[in-house]
């Protein structure tokens, strides 16, 4: 990812992860999505790795950033999230109820600040 971005939510999986990125500007957010199955690489000929990994495009609201993990989230390990992105995913988890999965290690990292 460029300089300057942060990870604003981790998530894993047992091919990879994804992780959302943040960029704040003028205190607005910019937002966006990184793919990366690497871990399949062994699975793949050579000239197919390139499928491994993926960008989204930039988005500038929560909701759309949302939009972008969706609904990958609710199913893989949450590994971090960026303490002002805490309260509201913690919020999302809640919503969501039983279609989220691992919902304990969101309120570890999301309530307490601890890893997953």
Known sequence: MKANWEEIIVLGGEGGSITLYGLQKDGN???????NESALASLLDEEDWHLLTSQS???GTWEEALALIEPYWMFLSPMHVH???REKMWTEVQQRGQ??????G????C???RPY
């Open 29 to 35: 957010w910019l937002f966006c999505r990184e793919r």
């Open 57 to 59: 495009e930039c988005v």
């Open 83 to 85: 303490p002002a992105f």
């Open 99 to 104: 279609e989220v999965w691992k919902k304990r």
């Open 106 to 109: 969101w309120e570890r990292i």
């Open 111 to 113: 309530v307490y600040g």
